[in-house]
């Protein structure tokens, strides 16, 4: 990619990040005052709107950065690095969406000891999940240093 398209890519991304940005603190301060004033006449239809609220946005942002997705993929393929590492880069930003909007309704809902847990399970997948990269790693640092 030349340096005038690199620019041209980098401006068009960051006018469609600045126009998602202010549609979509638009369309929260609209649920804001829709969600405060239901809260005080129904609780579930309070927790209902926020979940729901909660999928179109995590759709939304998710729809949003597939341009970046798209320039990560082509960069790290171009790289030379290894698809196990991006893959894992990528299974990792999924389970730390997912938590964290499952963690963040459980609050909503005052059950914060189960969001707890579920955070914690998550740090736990990821750490999981990193585990064939740290063997890469300490394999080739052993390598490098001559150590068996």
Not at 98 to 127: H, N, R
Request: with cysteine.
């Amino acid at each position: 990619m030349t340096f005038e398209k690199r620019g041209e890519f980098q401006r068009v991304f960051y006018a469609l990040v600045t126009m998602n940005m202010l549609s979509l603190c638009g369309f929260a301060t609209v649920l804001l005052i829709i969600t405060a004033s239901l809260k005080k006449y129904s609780k579930i239809f309070y927790l209902v709107l926020v979940v729901v609220s909660g999928v179109v946005f995590t759709g939304y942002i998710l729809n949003s950065t597939i341009p970046l997705f798209e320039k990560m993929h082509s960069l790290t393929s171009s790289s030379g690095i290894p698809p196990e590492y991006t893959s894992t880069l990528f299974k990792s930003l999924g389970i730390c969406l997912v938590s964290q909007f499952t963690a963040d309704a459980c609050k909503d809902a005052g059950e914060t000891a189960l969001a707890g847990k579920i955070e914690l399970a998550s740090k736990i997948a990821i750490a999981t999940l990193s585990l064939p990269i740290l063997e890469q790693i300490i394999a080739s640092t052993t390598k490098i240093l001559g150590v068996n």
